[in-house]
């Protein structure tokens, strides 16, 4: 068989597309899949790590003040709010308000919850048919 | 008997979590596409690197996947890219330019003398230059699908039937010239 026989164009490309693939390293796949679909979940998701920092920090903050000595200024801060959510919560009519403002809210979301999703998918719809 | 799922399927259900789903898909094509990174780069570390950098990408872009497009394609052409990216590196870091040949080896008549028909194609195809291996590279991977070709390689269609017929060409030559030296 000559070269011309054996490299023409169609067993040329025979010959191409018959050729092995190259073998992969060992550990290839397994490393692709521990990098994609099987890594692993981190163990705090973004908003778990932002209300640790947050505290983290509050904590830091907290620290800092007492070892400076504004430890008393805080403990004064915190009784003057206490001292003034006792007094709202022990106002009848404050709580009052309170208990009718949840009873309203109550009642909207019962009555009411799901019409802005029905109305936005109906709007939707009208745009959709335009 | 239960159909295989296509690519598209696979890639719907990766979306909605199924993990096992995407592992189907690298079962499917991460030999494929280390061979287009091996054939591109010459280089097995960097061919690894470069495999699991395209499955990593192509996993965290899956939703700008089209659906009508074929996953083959998008995922050689995101492998071309990262190829391309290493060698440009390469470049850089070398500090002139790179040789039409991305490797280094020497030519056909300083190859090893007796290879067998695949070995010795497969020496002629390294032996090409960058632009007509990758052709021939895809070719081998895609079949006679220039239209997939030319969008891995973001070339007009003419371009990779020229390219690809300029290959052949050389690798008749190359072939010829190492049966001469074989004989």
Not at chain 1, 74 to 97: C, D, E, K, Q, Y
Not at chain 2, 110 to 124: G, P, Y
Not at chain 2, 130 to 141: C, I
């Amino acid at each position: 068989m000559n070269m011309d026989d054996r490299y023409g164009a169609d067993a040329l490309e025979r010959a191409i597309l018959e050729l092995p693939l190259e073998e992969t390293p060992e550990g290839l796949r397994a490393s692709i899949l521990m990098a994609t679909a099987y890594r692993p979940a981190p163990a705090f998701s973004f908003f778990e790590l932002a209300v640790v920092g947050s505290l983290g920090a509050v904590a830091l903050w907290l620290i800092v003040l007492l070892v400076m000595g504004g430890g008393s200024l805080f403990v004064h801060t915190l009784a003057t709010i206490g001292a003034g959510l006792s007094r709202a919560l022990s106002n009848p009519a404050i709580l009052a308000w309170i208990a009718a403002g949840g009873a309203t809210a109550l009642w909207v979301s019962l009555f009411t919850g799901s019409q802005p999703a029905v109305a936005a998918s109906r709007r939707s719809e009208r745009r959709a048919g335009r | 008997m239960r159909a295989e799922p296509s690519d598209g399927d696979l890639v719907t259900m990766t979306l909605r979590g199924n993990s096992e789903a995407f592992a189907t898909l690298v079962e499917r094509y991460d030999r494929a596409v280390y061979h287009l990174a091996y054939r591109t780069l010459h280089d097995v570390e960097e061919a690894r690197d470069a495999t699991q950098e395209a499955f990593f990408k192509a996993f965290r872009s899956l939703r700008t996947f089209k659906p009508e497009a074929k996953f083959s394609t998008w995922i050689f052409a995101i492998t071309y890219h990262a190829c391309c990216d290493r060698l440009s590196r390469r470049k850089h870091y070398s500090g002139d330019e790179l040789p039409e040949r991305a490797d280094p080896t020497p030519g056909p008549e300083q190859r090893v003398i007796a290879l067998d028909e695949a070995s010795r194609l497969r020496a002629a195809i390294d032996a090409l230059p960058e632009k007509y291996r990758t052709v021939v590279t895809l070719f081998h991977l895609q079949g006679r699908q220039y239209e997939e070709i030319a969008t891995v390689l973001g070339l007009p269609m003419g371009t990779v039937k020229t390219h690809l017929f300029r290959a052949k060409e050389q690798l008749r030559r190359l072939l010829g010239e190492m049966e001469v030296t074989e004989s």
